[in-house]
Structures are given as structure tokens and as C-alpha cells.
């Protein structure tokens, strides 16, 4: 499996910006799907975005489109997620997830996740 670390979390005002990293180290990052999860206090986990090992398709929640990107850098292991114009109600704990596919999302290996607060 695949060891994942995420960070670039923080408090942030509405409207501003933040740039998520999740790290990963162990097997062959690049043979992985890779995606952004988020759960809010209450309330189970819920996919905000994706991007496939090859061609780097990228696929977002309604919720998110628009205002976040996905991307991924497989020199340095690393996936990132910009979030602009963020909202209240985008405050959650965020985790990064690398599963064999997109089909199979989620699945394999979490990392601790990083907290997103955003004030109003």
C-alpha cells in the first residue's frame, strides 16, 4: 500500500484560498487514482474530487466545481488541491485516498487527513 500525508490546511475568511498537498511514499504513486474527500462535524465523508494515474481526467462534486482543482505531480508523489472562493460550508477535516482506479474509489489508503475551517 501506499503511505499518504496531508497538509496546507488552515483557517481561512470566505472567499479566500488554500492549496491542499497529500504526499505519498511506499509503491508506485503513479499506478494510482488519486482523490479529496471531506467530512464535516455530523456528517459522513463525501468525495470532492479525483484524477486518474494516466491521463490525468479529473472528475469534482457539484459542490466544489468551478471553485476547486485537483492536480497531481507524479515526479514529486504528490497530489494537490487548490480551493478557491471558499464558503462556510466547506469547513471539514479533508483526506486524500489512492485506489487502484476511479471505479474503485475509495478504497486502499488514507492519510490522517487536514483540517479546512472557513469563517464568515
Known amino acids: 500500500q501506499v503511505q499518504l500525508v496531508e497538509s496546507g490546511g488552515g483557517l481561512v475568511q470566505a472567499g479566500g484560498s488554500l492549496r491542499l498537498s497529500c504526499a505519498a511514499s511506499?509503491?508506485?504513486?503513479?499506478?494510482?487514482?488519486m482523490g479529496w474527500f471531506r467530512q464535516a462535524p455530523g456528517k459522513e465523508r463525501e468525495f470532492v474530487a479525483a484524477?486518474?494515474?494516466?491521463?490525468?481526467?479529473?472528475y469534482y462534486a457539484d459542490s466544489v466545481k468551478g471553485r476547486f482543482t485537483i492536480s497531481r505531480d507524479n515526479a514529486k508523489n504528490t497530489v494537490y488541491l487548490q480551493m478557491n472562493s471558499l464558503k462556510p460550508e466547506d469547513t471539514a477535516v479533508y483526506y486524500c485516498?489512492?485506489?487502484?482506479?476511479?471505479?474503485?474509489?475509495?478504497?486502499?489508503?488514507w492519510g490522517q487527513g487536514t483540517q479546512v475551517t472557513v469563517s464568515s
Open positions: 485516498n489512492a485506489a487502484p482506479s476511479i471505479a474503485t474509489m475509495p478504497s486502499g489508503s
Open positions: 511506499g509503491r508506485t504513486f503513479s499506478s494510482y487514482a
Open positions: 484524477i486518474t494515474w494516466s491521463s490525468g481526467r479529473t
